[in-house]
T-cell receptor, first 109, second 111 residues
Framework: RKEVEQDPGPFNVPEGATVAFNCTYSNSASQSFFWYRQDCRKEPKLLMSVYSSGNEDGRFTAQLNRASQYISLLIRDSKLSDSATYLCVVRVTGNQFYFGTGTSLTVIP | DVKVTQSSRYLVKRTGEKVFLECVQDMDHENMFWYRQDPGLGLRLIYFSYDVKMKEKGDIPEGYSVSREKKERFSLILESASTNQTSMYLC??????????FGPGTRLTVT
């Protein structure tokens, strides 16, 4: 069983749409959670950390459900520039990070 | 701003060559990582280091070695490059318990 699982997509949505990605993790001892964004042929960059109470950054909202061991990312009012691959990342210990394979998003004009 | 740099963006090597990939970070992070990323497989950890001269194997260490002589520098070595090591190599650094920062990646082609 993979440590972190994501729906690979692709998600193709029109501009202005709301889109949600989910991610599940297998280790209940996981300590920290993140969403990264990766543009084509570029490195992953931190989009946002995910906190237990949920958190929002502009059009992006992240939620954590420890009981069910899943993380979500909601993007509202999608922009063309949101087109990218979104990686779910879980830190189990100080040095153990596990990555999902990513969910591909294309926002269509 | 955290900066992680890698020695090359693109590299072409022949089978059997010894290959050195270097990574430097400027934020005094204790943890450094080497990953490879392949389509459909995501990021896979090759090695990581939590201190100078300390290293731990990741999920796919075979065919690779690493060196960390200084805190800011972490090198990945392919002792004898093979075609199945053609990949994107990503270096990252972090300070516990926070997120990782990635370098721009090295796209290695072994012919």
């Amino acid at each position: 069983r993979k440590e972190v699982e994501q729906d690979p997509g692709p998600f193709n949505v029109p501009e202005g749409a709301t889109v949600a990605f989910n991610c599940t993790y297998s280790n209940s001892a996981s300590q920290s959670f993140f969403w990264y964004r990766q543009d084509c042929r570029k490195e992953p960059k931190l989009l946002m950390s995910v906190y237990s109470s949920g958190n929002e950054d502009g059009r992006f909202t992240a939620q954590l459900n420890r009981a069910s061991q899943y993380i979500s990312l909601l993007i509202r009012d999608s922009k063309l520039s949101d087109s990218a691959t979104y990686l779910c990342v879980v830190r189990v210990t100080g040095n153990q990070f596990y990555f999902g394979t990513g969910t591909s998003l294309t926002v269509i004009p | 701003d955290v900066k992680v740099t890698q020695s090359s963006r693109y590299l072409v090597k022949r089978t059997g060559e010894k290959v050195f990939l270097e990574c430097v970070q400027d934020m005094d992070h204790e943890n450094m990582f080497w990953y490879r990323q392949d389509p459909g497989l995501g990021l896979r950890l090759i090695y990581f280091s939590y201190d100078v001269k300390m290293k731990e194997k990741g999920d796919i260490p075979e065919g690779y070695s690493v060196s960390r002589e200084k805190k800011e520098r972490f090198s990945l070595i392919l002792e004898s490059a093979s075609t199945n090591q053609t990949s994107m190599y990503l270096c990252a650094s972090s300070t516990t318990p926070y997120e990782q920062y990635f370098g721009p990646g090295t796209r290695l082609t072994v012919t």
